[in-house]
């Protein structure tokens, strides 16, 4: 890259030196200024100049100028309000014009204390109104969504949730309606707002018109406490603040990690945080009593129990990880079991390995692309939904997307994304030709598949990416943590698992892994189950001995997230019961194993083995990536063998697991819209074929079961393909026959 | 819903963006008013989201409403002429399926009090209006129709066209005729062509029609009685620009000048005029605010129509980012006389809508430095009524006293009144209709008319409403240094001419109307 030609402003008379083309509001702010501003926001689009805020006189420029609208200059010489009088004049004239067509509620409104039109009008602003006006009077507020009210009498009509909801997150739901006094924002035919990212509108909103439903009336901005932590819900690991008032988490909020989420969260991250009070939470130790009942006990009874089933099994244990646990919490598992115990045997979450650390970039760096492509049988948003708005930033930008998918703009039949990477990698492939002369160009692998990052780092190689920094490769992971657990568990022995047979004992560490089917069919052959989860539902009937989990908002550790980034978590709220590592460290004890109950310890001692002694003090509080590995050998490539293909009767079943699904979403009562409705799409070729159109009830059946559902046509599916969210899809094999209900 | 008519209609819509408007204009036509089903059914149709297709129908005033609504005009000329009380009579009397709809100025003022239903001119009570009342200019010969290309060409018209002056003549004849823009704004034709000449190409032309300035009505009477010769203007500018396409925006409450154009360029295109060419005609859906050529833009592009940040101008970043030149109609009307003529023997003038208080309300060509008394007695038949105020221009062009009646209207001269030209649109007002309403009017209209993208101009023009509306009860809502202080904020703040200009008759009135602002206080 060229170096940018640097141009010198003066900004009431102080000096900044900025690359040409810089915003001036940006430049300002360097020169120790400041533009106000209301509608501007850069990482919606190009400024739109509508709120008049930001008014500057510029030497040379008769009229007042939207500062928001103009770039850095040489010898630009620009005054702002705070030195110019004209321009003080133009800023008052537009903070009174929107205070008298504002309710002045401060008081009842959940912004008030953190609301840049209240700061600005106390730093700017006309002592008070002149003027007694017919404010613009609607009913109010109204939800447009279960999460999001809105109040049309303090929109100040910036637009920024508009473009938002246009531009970045391409839902298009939010808009503005009707021209002239009646101008309003609304959602079409006044639907629900229902998107993956919509909650962004409400820290977009510079007023109290967008406001969070669960936030409603529950704190002012001065009796809370936000603490820096990053969501654990997916692997993207977005940097967000909770906000917690006596104990309690009361909201997330975005902390912008300009290289991971650029400031925006997903209504998962941003909304689920009252799974924390859920009805069902367990918080004291439960005991299987009965075949199916329960007792709970007090703490030492259950480090009791705990020894005398670990000491019963020796090493005949097997330990499902959920990969939502923190890299200590892993590692002190992993000290405990396989160091005290040699028991290896883990089942691990897909982990993406380390091959793709040579091709290693931040997220951001997707925006830069010039061509993106993606293999898998899921759709990016919900997997690693933030990744969904980094493609999307780079298209607007100019950037090619090609997805290779059973519902890609390439069709790919399901569980074939092995098999595609091979086929780009081949001379004759189009799409390959052109990653092989790309200087920009981005690999993401979304889907289930063991190998997916090693595939994809063969694909790179094959690719010629080594050595072309603008050219990488991401594995979307279906857990938070995959790669930490993965590192952790590794970092406490080098020993061999051997499988046991009988299993002995089956410790379930977490709520994935408790709802995982494959673990449950452990169970049954398992002699006893030790499960530790946040939530009755999930642990009753089947485990002899329940411990209660934690939340990633309730724990202090390290997650490491897709790009391999470290990040640190913070404790917000203390849990309910003692955290893993604090009961984990005492059972240790037991067993002669050293393990401090302290995360920072925990990871002096793991980290020279995992991260090369990274100290926990440096993990940082916006986490730096750690450079691109050399290019090491790849691991051998398996090839799993292909899934059964439809024949035109039977039609392959393709399972996905929902942005909005698993143990948290199900219990937050404002989620339940988000998540998947009842359906099967289909593709458009094999629903005429069935007759069947979209909302019609459908039948899909595969040897002796059968559930009843709506179907959806999907024009992108390919044919022979049917689609349905994990939670709907029961017991369903994997060939399955629709038929009109 | 006639589900049979939409799908067979929809296979045959265009699905580029650009074609929103008009595909929504013509669903509306052939199907019924796009409700929310329509309106999906477009969207994926044209594979856009269908919040977007919402947010672009409800910007007009007419997508939503039924071709045959009966629109009553309430602009101010109808207004004075108790429009409004028309209006709450039809809408007793009207049969509960009807719809009537209140409009802003329908440009058929010499008709007011005034309404359309569909495609139908309504003056209420008269039977048989009279149409067209223009004279015989020596520029635009509006004093004759053309029915046909044959009557056009008999008049001396397409000489130009077939044998085309050189650029350089053509921008040396516009600069010395001083042509300035009739679309409101007057900038200078020559240095606009000049502009556009100067960028690169593929380059577009779009003639404004848009025609929605209160009081107007000259481009209508172009396009009724001289199609051919408004094309004639239009291809001497795509030739000129080297565009091979052009657009003509219209507003879709002229219907008349909608048939005879498409009629008009039917014949062009018989006669191999066209060839190598597209002239398209783009029919609007209600919103003023679409003039104002950067929102017309948008609204060709499909989207709301709100005016885009100036610069960069048209000329240089225009229809889907290219250089375009964007033209009034009359504008275009006068290049092939100026052509013919040269430029310094051109009949310097321009068309004057005259109506209001007037006997014979219509169209005419006079010189620029013509005055309001001349227009009134030599052109329209003298008043009907002992005058009270005139409007030059438009909504934003002022309120004078009858003691301007003698003032050239030229722009230097009616500088010295606060006052502009605008566009042409002389309004004549009897003593009886007061000015205060005549200023509130203005003002609501405004603010209805506002794109509500910009603060000054959103929440301003309510503002001055509400302060015109309390006056009238001798109110004062707001200090008059405030209401100066906010005056300035609109001129110098807004995006566009709309609140740029909105201030103008207020200040003016300020000064030529000071009795009716005492409850404001003193300056
Ligand atoms: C609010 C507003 C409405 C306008 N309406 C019209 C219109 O109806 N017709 C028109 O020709 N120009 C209109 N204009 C002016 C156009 O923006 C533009 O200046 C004109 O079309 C240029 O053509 P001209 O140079 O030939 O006058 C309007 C401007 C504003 C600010
Ligand atoms: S709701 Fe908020 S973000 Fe949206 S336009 Fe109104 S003030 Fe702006
Ligand atoms: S994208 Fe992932 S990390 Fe970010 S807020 Fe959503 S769930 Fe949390
Ligand atoms: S001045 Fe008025 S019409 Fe023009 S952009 Fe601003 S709000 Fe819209
Ligand atoms: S911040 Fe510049 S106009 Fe709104």
Redesign the interface.
Known sequence: MSTPELVTVTIDGRRAEVAKGTGLVETALQAGVEIPVFCYEPRLGP???????C?VEIEGMP??Q?GC?LTAQDGMAVRTAATSE?AA??QN??L???L??HPLDCPVCDKGGECPLQDLTFRYGPGNT?????KRTFEKPIPISPTIALDRERC??C?RC?RF??SVA????????????Q?AIA???DEPYRAPFSGNVIELCPVGALTSTQYRFEARPWEIQNVPTVCAMCPVGCNVSATTREGKVKRIVSRNHPEVDEGWLCDKGRFAHSHLRAEDRITEPLLRVRRRGFSPIGWDQALDEAERLLRGAGSRIVTALSGSETVEGAYGLARLLRGGLGAHSAVLPEEAGHALDAYRLPLSAIRDAELVVVVGDDPVSERAPIVDLWIRAAQRGGAELVTAGPSGTLLAAPGSAAQVCRDLAAPGSEVGRRLRESARAILIWSGQGGQGGAHLAALARALGFDGKEGCGAFHLPATPNGRGVAAAWAAASDEEAENPEPISLLIVSGDEAASDPNVRALAERAEAVLAITMFHALAVGWADLVLPATSYLERDGTTMNLEGRLQRLRRAVMPPAPDELAWLSQLAERFGIALPPYPALVFEELSPVAFGGLAFGEVGERAALPPRAEAAPLPPLESAPPPPTSDGHYLQLLRYRPLFSGAAVERVPELQFQRPPREVELSADDAERRRISSGDEVSVRSNGTSTALRARLDRRLAPGVVRIAEEHAGDLHALVEVVKA | MDVLRLTSLLAELPTPRTSLLDNLGRIRREVGPIT?ELSDALADHMNI????V??VK????FLEVPVDALRVCTGPVCDCFGARALLARTQEHAPPDATVLEVPCLGHCELAPVATRGDTILPFGRDEPVLHRANEGPSLGLGQADGTLADYERRGGLELLRSLPSPERILAELKASGLAGYGGAGFPTGLKWEAIAAEPEPRYVIVNADEGEPGTIKDRYVMELRPHLLLEGTLLAMRFARATEGFVYLREEYATARDRLARAIGEFRAAGLLDGLSLELVVGAG?Y?CGEETAMLESMEGR?GMPR?KPPYPSRFGYLGRPTLINNVETLAHIPAILRAGGERWPRGRLWSVTGAVREPGCFEAPLDVTPRRLIEEYAGGASDEIGAIVPGGAASGILPPAALDVPLTREALREWGAGPGSAGLQVFPRRYPPLRLLGETMRFF??????????C???N??LH?ICAELEHGEA???RP?VE??L??MA????CGLGQGAPIPVRNAFRLWPELFAPLGSA
Request: proline share 4%; aromatic share 8%.
């Open positions: 400024p739109i100049g509508a709120c008049r805020m008014l009229k007042l939207a609208t004209k004049e133009g004239a537009t009174e014009f929107i008298v067509n002149r003027m007694i006006f017919p100040i009509l637009y508009t909801s246009e391409g839902d298009g739901q939010l808009v503005a309606r009707n021209r002239g006094a101008s959602t079409f035919e | 929310a989201r269908h919040g977007e919402h947010e409800s910007f007009y005033s919103a605010i709301r940040l603010a209805e008319e506002s794109c509500q993208k910009c603060t000054p959103r929440i301003g309510r503002a509400h809502a707001m200090p405030q202080e906010w300035d904020a110098a703040t807004s995006i």
